[in-house]
């Protein structure tokens, strides 16, 4: 744990990202021990060696830090999976760009708990720079993973990609909810009568990332144009 000292201000813009970046760190340190809900700032605060006040210099809100966690964890997801099309050999069936994109999910599962919550808790409590920050490097990423997609492809019109890729972030945080119920729906699950309920994530998410490529690749001409 680190020592709380009174360290000098951070002045420079690469001194306060350094700070910043500082901070999260102790955040996604701490997030390997505990869940969100548990997570306490002033500790992350104590953790990173400075004052709570100081923490709230930089994240005004609980909620803005945990939506900097988000975008620092999708930054390296879009790496992970934009890395893993370009090198695949195109064209890739649905089935096979299925499999190595889900892959790439199941190698950043500490992303999934903050992304499943992100749109609803996360966002309502940032103030809109934030947001707007976020959605604009969510939105450069979304771009270049789609075009990765559609590269690896070979059968998508452009900006299809980028479509799918708004899908698979719902399917992910709507299958992450359902494979990672409350402790008392986890026991009702158990029983027999509710096995056709229960969600394995990754079978699921393969499931239905699956049929959504197979689906656009058959009908794509009688889809909507892509929005501009």
């Known amino acids: 744990m680190g020592q709380l000292t009174a360290p000098r201000r951070a002045r420079s813009a690469e001194a306060k990202a350094d700070r910043a970046r500082a901070l999260e760190d102790a955040a996604l340190a701490a997030l390997e ?6 997570l306490a700032v002033a500790q ?6 400075v004052a709570k006040g ?15 966690l988000v975008g620092r964890l999708l930054g390296r997801w879009f790496d992970d999976v934009i890395a893993s099309l370009d090198l695949a050999r195109a064209p890739l069936s649905p089935h096979a760009a299925a499999e ?9 599962r500490t992303l999934l708990p903050l992304l499943a919550i992100s749109g609803t808790l996360l966002e309502a409590n940032v103030a809109a720079d934030a947001a707007r920050g976020f959605k604009a490097e969510l939105l450069r990423r979304t771009l270049e993973g789609g075009a990765a997609l559609e590269r690896a492809m070979g059968t998508l019109r452009p900006g299809e990609g980028a479509r799918l890729f708004l899908h698979l972030h719902a399917l992910v945080t709507g299958l992450y909810r359902m494979a990672e119920p409350a ?5 009702v699950l158990r029983t027999p009568r509710f096995r056709a309920l229960r969600v394995e994530f990754t079978t699921e998410l393969t499931f239905a990332f699956t049929a959504l490529l ?6 794509r001409d009688r889809l909507p144009a892509s929005r501009s």
């Open 54 to 68: 100081t923490l709230y210099l930089y994240f005004p809100t609980k909620e803005s830090l945990g939506l900097a």
């Open 33 to 38: 021990r505990v869940a969100w809900p548990d």
């Open 214 to 219: 197979v689906g656009v690749v058959a009908q």
């Open 100 to 108: 190595r994109i889900v892959a790439t999910v199941e190698r950043h």
């Open 183 to 187: 402790p008392v729906v986890r026991a």
């Open 44 to 49: 992350v605060a104590r953790d990173a060696g």
